[in-house]
């Protein structure tokens, strides 16, 4: 029962450079999300999607690009990470209007 | 504007006691569902409950439970009997709307169960 796995757990980058995380979920969710959370804050939502081909910006979308060409997989990537996107990263998902979200363990992501 | 409030940034409870954990919302919509997740010092969000705006009854899951008061938009988070695996951080969460699975989270509030 895998749920949702978010690769990798923890990354350190430089100023500039690029990556993705990965998301990947296994109970046929419509939806999922990508949240970060910052000290003293909630999570806030970077960018979600709603079904394969679908996607949209959350509430602090800058600086994050996202696509989904399948069900199952919502990779987030960083074109070009600031030290202003050191953050922890969640991934969630759900059936759309269930009484719960899954979240994938987070992503801990410093950018020196 | 939709947001959740938690004005408790640190709680601390002694074992076996009960402690109220407070969240208040706001949204224009009628239709909305309220969550309450845990998150350990190990980093996951574990998902505690769920209320949505039409249910009647408070939601209970176990030594958790929700206390729902529609007008006043609160939906405080009660555990009983807290145990020390309790400590960790709490976050209220909503879902604005039943059309969409966006949450709007809180500060969350850091929770301390002492022997």
């Known amino acids: 029962n895998a749920g949702v796995t978010q690769t990798p757990k923890f990354q350190v980058l430089k100023t500039g450079q690029s990556m993705t995380l990965q998301c990947a979920q296994d109970?046929?969710?419509?939806?999922m999300s990508w949240y970060r959370q910052d000290p003293g804050m909630g999570l806030r939502l970077i960018h979600y999607?709603?079904?394969?081909?679908?996607?949209d910006q959350g509430e602090v979308p800058n600086g994050y690009n996202v696509s989904r060409s399948t069900t199952e997989d919502f990779p987030l990537r960083l074109l070009s990470a600031a030290p202003s996107q050191t953050s922890v990263y969640f991934c969630?998902?759900?059936?759309?209007?269930?009484?719960?979200?899954?979240f994938g363990e987070g992503s801990r992501l410093t950018v020196l | 504007a939709q947001k959740i409030t938690q004005t408790q940034p640190g709680m601390f409870v002694q074992e076996k006691e009960a402690v109220t954990l407070d969240c208040t919302y706001d949204t224009s919509d009628q239709s909305y569902g309220l969550f309450w997740y845990k998150q350990p010092s190990s980093g996951e969000m574990i998902f505690l409950i769920y209320q949505g705006s039409y249910d009647e009854q408070n939601a209970t899951e176990g030594r958790y439970s929700l206390n729902f008061q529609k007008a006043r938009k609160s939906a405080n988070l009660v555990i009983s009997a807290s145990q020390l695996g309790d400590s960790a951080m709490y976050f209220c969460?909503?879902?604005?709307?039943?059309?969409?699975?966006?949450?709007?989270f809180g500060t969350g509030t850091r929770l301390q169960v002492f022997p």
């Open positions: 969460a909503m879902r604005p709307s039943y059309n969409t699975d966006k949450l709007i």
């Open positions: 969630a998902s759900s059936s759309t209007g269930s009484e719960e979200l899954f």
């Open positions: 109970m046929n969710h419509e939806y």
């Open positions: 999607s709603v079904g394969a081909g679908i996607t």
